[in-house]
């Protein structure tokens, strides 16, 4: 049974300070992802990676950063949060099945994040 | 642009009515297919998937889903609602890492 776990349900943080939300799956999966969801906005990426100390951007990745140090971690940065950042964050994991692109991602119980 | 629209919102009914949700989207090249479901308090689950094949699908709890090519659809179905199929429900396409996701269905389903 694939689990995704945070590090975190529930988050409260000043602005300006700097946060770490931690992800980790046991599926030694290649791709994992961050996202936030917002009411009437649907999931939105911050970024993913396919691989240790790979990166990408996704569609929304200005104020966040993340970090893959290692294959089962995957860390979500916001160098100096904003309240423009209070949102749920979920993370996700995949493996690489064919054909490509047919993957079923797992996503863990998100993390509520409230900036004040 | 790669989008997936959703027209849906929010949708009430009572049990035992039949349901169907909409999804359009707009992506080049080949598309694989989602509906994901997040029942209250609980994590985003697949509830199905295409890719290939029968462009019918079925997924778990009697939720089907009718991938259309020539009208860009994927619409969600189930013939019959219960009380607890009352979630918020995402369509998604993907490429080769990521995934769009609509912007999610409220449904509500009245005892």
């Known amino acids: 049974d694939v689990k995704v776990t945070q590090s975190s349900r529930y988050l409260v943080k000043r602005t300006g300070e700097k946060v770490f939300l931690e992800c980790v799956q046991d599926?030694?999966?290649?791709?994992m992802f961050w996202y936030r969801q917002d009411p009437g906005l649907g999931l939105r990426l911050i970024y993913f990676?396919?691989?240790?100390?790979?990166?990408e951007k996704g569609d929304i990745p200005e104020g966040y950063s993340v970090s893959r140090e290692k294959k089962e971690r995957f860390s979500l940065i916001l160098e100096s949060a904003s309240t423009n950042q209070t949102s749920m964050y979920l993370c996700?994991?995949?493996?690489?099945?064919?054909?490509?692109?047919?993957?079923?991602?797992?996503f863990g119980p998100g993390t509520r994040l409230t900036v004040t | 642009a790669q989008s997936v629209s959703q027209h849906n919102h929010h949708v009430i009914l009572s049990e035992a009515a039949s349901l169907e949700l909409g999804c359009n989207y707009s992506?080049?090249?080949?598309?694989?297919l989602f509906w994901y479901v997040q029942y209250p308090g609980q994590h985003l689950q697949l509830l199905l998937k295409?890719?290939?094949?029968?462009?019918l699908v079925k997924g778990i709890k009697g939720f089907e889903a009718e991938f259309i090519k020539s009208k860009f659809s994927f619409n969600l179905r189930k013939p019959s609602v219960q009380w607890s199929d009352t979630a918020e429900y995402f369509c998604?396409?993907?490429?080769?890492?990521?995934?769009?996701f609509g912007t999610g269905t409220r449904l509500k389903v009245l005892a």
């Open positions: 996700a994991s995949s493996g690489l099945q064919l054909p490509l692109g047919s993957y079923e991602q797992y």
């Open positions: 599926m030694d999966h290649e791709n």
């Open positions: 990676s396919y691989d240790v100390k790979m990166k």
């Open positions: 992506y080049g090249g080949t598309v694989n």
């Open positions: 295409y890719f290939s094949g029968d462009p």
């Open positions: 998604a396409v993907s490429g080769t890492y990521k995934y769009i």
